[in-house]
């Protein structure tokens, strides 16, 4: 069956990085755009954007420039984003989703999530 | 003013129906938007139900109940996720979303009680 699978949780000093992976099964990896979502501590859903899995080109969303950086593996059907100079404020848990239809064309939605993993930035 | 807008809580008894709203924002025409619907319950990552934009232009997600089903408001430019015989399960978190700008829009999220 269709499934992406996180990596675990990660306690991360301020100014460190961090690196959370999506492994991807059931399916055809380069067929489906991978996106991401940041769910901060009892909040709601925040896009931070997409990658193409079959050309490597990312799309990010306002606010999410300079210190994400979506990338790929092909070759293991995963997905990374790292994050740089990390902040308190990256406290929350990171979600990669399959995006369905067409991200390209903005309607692509997106089905199915990964578990989640929980970055916790904290001295 | 946020782009999309959800009341943040809800309650409804087992076996009742609710009604979900999604407002945009005004100058943002829903029907000219599909709106979609996620499930989230604690603990675990939201799940993907339905998609409205019209009659003709709709989809429910694979596995989803067809309790669950969408409309549009065109005069409160909402759009609208009616759960049907509420069950206990149904308590979770629901956020619409939609493409906007070419960019990907969630509301705040509503917070449904079945009590």
């Known amino acids: 069956q269709v499934q992406l699978v996180q990596s675990g949780s990660e306690l991360k000093q301020p100014g460190a990085s961090v690196k959370i992976s999506c492994k991807a099964s059931g399916y055809t990896f380069t067929n489906y755009a991978m996106n991401w979502v940041r769910q901060a501590p009892g909040q709601g859903l925040e896009w931070m954007g997409w990658i193409n899995t079959d050309t490597g080109n990312p799309t990010y969303a306002q606010g999410f420039t300079g210190r994400f950086v979506f990338s790929l593996d092909t070759s293991v059907t995963t997905a990374y984003l790292q994050i740089s100079s990390l902040k308190a404020e990256d406290t929350a848990v990171y979600y990669c989703?399959?995006?369905?239809?067409?991200?390209?064309?903005?309607?692509?939605?997106?089905?199915?999530w990964g578990q989640g993993t929980q970055v916790t930035v904290s001295s | 003013q946020a782009v999309l807008t959800q009341p943040s809580s809800l309650s409804a008894s087992p076996g009742a129906s609710a009604s979900l709203t999604c407002t945009l924002r005004?100058?943002?025409?829903?029907?000219?938007?599909?709106i979609y619907w996620y499930q989230q319950k604690p603990g675990s990552p939201p799940q993907y139900l339905l998609r409205y934009k019209s009659d003709s232009d709709n989809q429910q997600g694979s596995g989803v109940p067809s309790r669950f089903s969408g409309s549009k408001d065109a005069s409160a430019n909402a759009g609208i996720l009616l759960i049907s015989g509420l069950q206990s399960e149904d308590e979770a978190d629901y956020y619409c979303?939609?493409?906007?700008?070419?960019?990907?829009?969630f509301g705040g999220g509503t917070k449904l009680t079945v009590l």
């Open positions: 005004s100058g943002i025409n829903v029907g000219s938007y599909r």
């Open positions: 989703a399959r995006g369905r239809d067409y991200c390209s064309s903005s309607t692509c939605y997106f089905d199915p």
């Open positions: 979303m939609i493409w906007h700008s070419s960019a990907v829009v």
